[in-house]
């Protein structure tokens, strides 16, 4: 009578969630190593069934040894992904943390720095009053250098023509 190999179901069960999870790590980020880890313990797991095999393979099924072998395959498959995902993460991080550091450190530098924050509201204006469109003169009042009175008597001067 033939036994399994101890890993048969295990190792294979370990190696598909460890690939489904990686594949679906790329939305989850945080979780990346738990199917690295899973794919290691699958992959020590059929390493250690396949030396039993080849001490006394009369005892173990030829069908045993196929699963366990296809389960190595697999877990080494999940293991790369995995790998690479992981890594994709943390260089993420590490990025995206540096540059967040960064900005966090220059706000506190210039909130220590009290030259940077006292404001000045002449600068902070939407109008140059240097540079003012109305200007009051003696007894009238000139826009854009165009005095009103003369606008006036050029109107009347115009309406008398015309009639």
Do not use: R
Not at 41 to 52: C, F, P, Q, Y
């Amino acid at each position: 009578m033939y036994n399994k190999l101890p890993a048969d179901p295990t190792a294979m069960i370990l190696g598909i969630i460890a690939l489904i999870m990686s594949l679906a790590g790329c939305c989850c980020g945080v979780f990346a190593f738990i199917p690295l880890i899973m794919s290691i313990i699958g992959l020590v797991m059929a390493n250690k069934s396949l030396k039993e095999f080849q001490v006394n393979p009369s005892i173990y099924e030829p069908q045993s040894k196929s699963n366990v072998s296809t389960a190595k395959i697999l877990n080494i498959i999940a293991l790369i992904v995995s790998a690479l995902v992981t890594l994709f993460y943390i260089a993420y991080f590490m990025i995206y943390g540096a540059l967040i550091s960064t900005a966090i450190m220059e706000g506190y530098e210039s909130q220590n720095n009290s030259d940077d924050y006292n404001y000045e509201w002449e600068s902070d204006s939407l109008y140059d009053y240097e540079d003012d469109y109305y200007e009051i003169q003696e007894d009238s009042i000139s826009i854009d250098s165009l005095n009103i009175e003369e606008l006036i008597e050029t109107e009347i001067e115009i309406d008398s023509l015309n009639n």
